[in-house]
């Protein structure tokens, strides 16, 4: 009985994937150490340092803050 069975298309299955390549250890370590030295050439001194914010704690160390909070 071909009324119960539905026409679907089914499209085919897709390619299998090709195999994986060994890895290029000395290629992998040149690239690294490329990049590296760039990194460290790009370095200006202590001007190009990024700093962070203020810490939690700094406002204890100089007497509180200077705006009220909730707390008091």
Known sequence: MSFLKPKVYTPPPPPAPEPIAEPDYKRA???SDEA???ERKKRKGRGSTVVGGGVMGDEAATGGSSSP????
């Open 29 to 31: 370590a040149a690239l």
């Open 36 to 38: 590296v030295s760039s």
């Open 69 to 72: 909070t909730l707390l008091g």
